[in-house]
């Protein structure tokens, strides 16, 4: 078993930045690949970015491109995901994820251990 813990949610203007953290524990592994999600109220659960195991290949959804910047500490076994130029729309709860998976990364499905959420709220 893996636990996930996201911090780092909370309100902040439209144009701001914001830095999320996502911390495994438990049976962790560096080669696991890590993702982040995110859910807006009545919404699908929807990809934002991946990074593999060894930071060497990242991807972004194409709503947050230029906008965000995900990196990983393996020797924290620690995800991020910086949030700069942040808009309304990018209210959401969001979740990292780890995947043993190489591939497919930005689906849902690929990943096998979730974190609980933050909330990230952008005021207009």
């Known amino acids: 078993q893996v636990q996930l813990v996201e911090s780092g949610g909370g309100l902040v203007q439209a144009g701001g930045p914001l830095r999320l953290s996502c911390a495994a524990s438990?049976?962790?592994?560096?080669?696991?690949?890590m993702g982040w999600f995110r859910q807006a109220p009545g919404k699908e659960r929807e990809f934002v970015s991946y990074?593999?195991?060894?930071?060497?290949?990242?991807y972004y959804a194409e709503s947050v491109k230029g906008r965000f910047t995900i990196s990983r500490d393996n020797a924290k076994n620690t995800v991020y995901l910086q949030m700069n130029s942040l808009k309304p729309e990018d209210t959401a709860v969001y979740y990292c994820?780890?995947?043993?998976?190489?591939?497919?990364?930005?689906?849902?499905?690929?990943?096998?251990?979730w974190g609980q959420g933050t909330q990230v709220t952008v005021s207009s």
């Open positions: 438990g049976r962790t592994s560096s080669r696991y690949a």
């Open positions: 990074i593999t195991w060894n930071g060497g290949s990242t």
């Open positions: 994820a780890v995947s043993r998976r190489s591939t497919l990364l930005y689906l849902r499905a690929s990943y096998d251990y």
